[in-house]
């Protein structure tokens, strides 16, 4: 699931949920509720992250394994 995701690529950066929060000024409460699932992530920071990770929005949706992001046309 994405939520797993979002974990996943905080943890390869050894970041801490209040450093992702403070990313995109939220809450580290409302973060962790992203991660474990129990909220819907807006898309204005499911983009600000996949830009942060260098990854694609698809990638932390979960909708493929590829992590490169599309190519900017």
Known sequence: M???RL???RE???LR???VAEILGIS???YS???RGFQTIPVIHLLKLADYYK???DYILGRTNNSKPYAAR
């Open 2 to 4: 994405h939520f797993q």
């Open 7 to 9: 974990k996943d690529l």
């Open 12 to 14: 390869d950066k050894d």
């Open 17 to 19: 949920q209040e450093d």
């Open 28 to 30: 580290q409460t409302v």
């Open 33 to 35: 509720r992203y991660e």
């Open 55 to 57: 990854v694609s929005t």
